[in-house]
């Protein structure tokens, strides 16, 4: 199938590692021109170098920081400046979820839930609004914010009320969006394996439907597919790509 993402510019924040970097690979496969953004620049230039060949699509990186609102601006222009546009925001930048135990209701502090709001809610927000108007002067374009399966199960106070915050983000945009071409949809990962995951961790059982940790790439291919204008008819909803939950029913 083609994707018709050969030309598409599109724009991953959390592109030099995980999921946003593994979700930069697959667009730069399918034609796209990319441009990176993540705190560190040495990792986006070993990222950028790693994804770049002679004959592909165009890969660029820029350092941002997505608590900020003029970082978030600069790299915004930035990377609409050197691609000649935005048609596609994947929002990727957030602090991983699961490498500590979450805290119990009682070792919730506001200053680490305030953290991830402003970080992924309000970070995913302002690169949206930035990058936005690109695409609606194009009168098409597609915003997809990774989010994470806490926003449908209990375990975690600050993952949870974080990623529902984005979900329901999501929906907003959509809902505005819409009249201008843009789709908006929010994909949920479960726990998924990533160049950070021990081989020990990755191979323990899961608990989801597959019976085994879903990988970085395999994510990627549903974001990629959500990226294309082919999936039109996926607008304001949330995706969950962890394998399939147990037990669960969502209608």
């Not at 098409?140 to 529902?164: C, F, H, T, Y």
């Amino acid at each position: 199938m083609d994707l018709e993402l050969t030309g598409k510019r599109a724009l991953v924040t959390g592109g030099s590692r995980g999921i946003g970097k593994a979700i930069a690979r697959e667009l730069v496969l399918e034609g796209a021109d990319v441009a990176l953004a993540a705190r560190d620049q040495a990792r986006i230039d070993a990222t950028v170098a790693e994804l770049t060949s002679a004959s592909g699509p165009r890969v660029i990186g820029t350092s941002v920081d997505t608590g900020d609102g003029e970082s978030i601006a600069a790299m915004v222009k930035a990377s609409a400046d050197a691609l000649g546009g935005i048609d596609i925001l994947v929002n990727a930048a957030a602090q991983p979820a699961g490498q500590q135990p979450a805290p119990r209701w009682d070792g919730v502090t506001g200053e680490a839930l305030f953290e991830e709001i402003r970080v992924k809610v309000l970070g995913y927000l302002r690169v949206a609004q930035a990058a936005a108007p690109y695409m609606i002067a194009n009168h098409w374009g597609r915003i997809i914010n990774v989010s994470g399966l806490a926003a449908r199960q209990a375990g975690s106070v600050i993952g949870s009320v974080r990623n529902v915050a984005v979900s329901a983000m999501s929906k907003n945009l959509a809902g505005e969006l819409a009249p201008h071409g843009i789709n908006v949809v929010t994909v949920h990962p479960g726990a998924t394996r990533t160049e950070a995951t021990s081989e020990e961790a990755a191979q323990r059982p899961a608990s989801n439907l597959v019976g085994r940790m879903i990988d970085a790439r395999e994510v990627a291919y549903v974001v990629t597919f959500l990226a294309s204008p082919k999936s039109v008819a996926i607008d304001g909803d949330m995706i969950a790509a962890g394998g399939g939950v147990p037990g669960v029913i969502h209608y």
